[in-house]
């Protein structure tokens, strides 16, 4: 009778565990998406603001002059964000592909799934990221 019961409890314990899995693999699948969708949106939105980047144009007034430096220096700003932003893209891709998604590099302990959702090119749990960010704190005073 024991054994029959533990067999059951195990039988459950094991669906449940593999239900788990299966959603966690969902997860990152939706995640996965998500990360390509937006890695194709920003590589699309980069060609189009290169081709309608403004070239060096001398205006007769420095003011127009000097207003077409900071709307072309603002918009390179931009990219170079964008650029960062897609290589964080990437790099979660392929830790998704290698199984080390969902992991953080400076514990080594599971990454909420609710972060990952929320930030997906995360790489620390938030108990890191916000202990980094003190620390950050503490070295610009």
Known sequence: MVKKKSIKVAKKAKAKKTV????????MREIKKELIAQKKALLSEAVEALNKLPGQIVFPDLGDQA???IDRSFMLRLRGRERKLLKKIEDAIDRIEQGLFGICDRCGEAIDIKRLEARPVTTMCIECKTQQEEEEKLREK
Request: positive net charge; charged residues 55%.
């Open 67 to 69: 207003s077409a430096e």
């Open 20 to 27: 788990r899995i299966s959603l966690k693999e969902k997860k």
